[in-house]
């Protein structure tokens, strides 16, 4: 089994800063593709940023300059660095990640999905 467990949310006002963190541990062969993901009230999830175990990354057209987005391969973590921050950003991230685990049939790649953390934009 695999986990992903996210920290790092809060409250922070307008132009503040944030940093979140996604770490990844089970049975795990490799970590692959990892992901942040947003989801705000009434609204759908979105792709925020993803990086490869390479450490080509892309980003969402909202938040590129702003944001960063890095790993730590050897802990399976994920980062991502969150700046200037406005009140649209404000929702809940969730980390992605592609994980190859043991099966009975060979190596697989699942995608899993962290808890969620909560990102509040405010004065």
């Known amino acids: 089994q695999v986990q992903l467990v996210e920290s790092g949310g809060g409250l922070v006002q307008p132009g503040g800063s944030l940093r979140l963190s996604c770490a990844a541990s089970?049975?795990?062969?490799?970590?692959?593709?990892m992901g942040w993901y947003r989801q705000a009230p009434g609204k759908g999830r979105e792709l925020v940023a993803h990086i490869i175990s390479g450490g080509s990354a892309v980003y969402a057209d909202s938040v590129k300059g702003r944001f960063t987005v890095s790993r730590d391969n050897p802990k399976n973590t994920v980062y991502l660095q969150m700046n200037s921050l406005k009140a649209e950003d404000a929702a809940v991230y969730f980390c992605?990640?592609?994980?190859?685990?043991?099966?009975?049939?060979?190596?697989?790649?699942?995608?899993?999905w962290g808890q969620g953390t909560q990102v509040t934009v405010s004065s």
């Open positions: 992605n990640a592609a994980v190859s685990v043991q099966t009975a049939y060979g190596i697989k790649e699942y995608s899993y």
């Open positions: 089970g049975s795990i062969v490799s970590v692959n593709g």
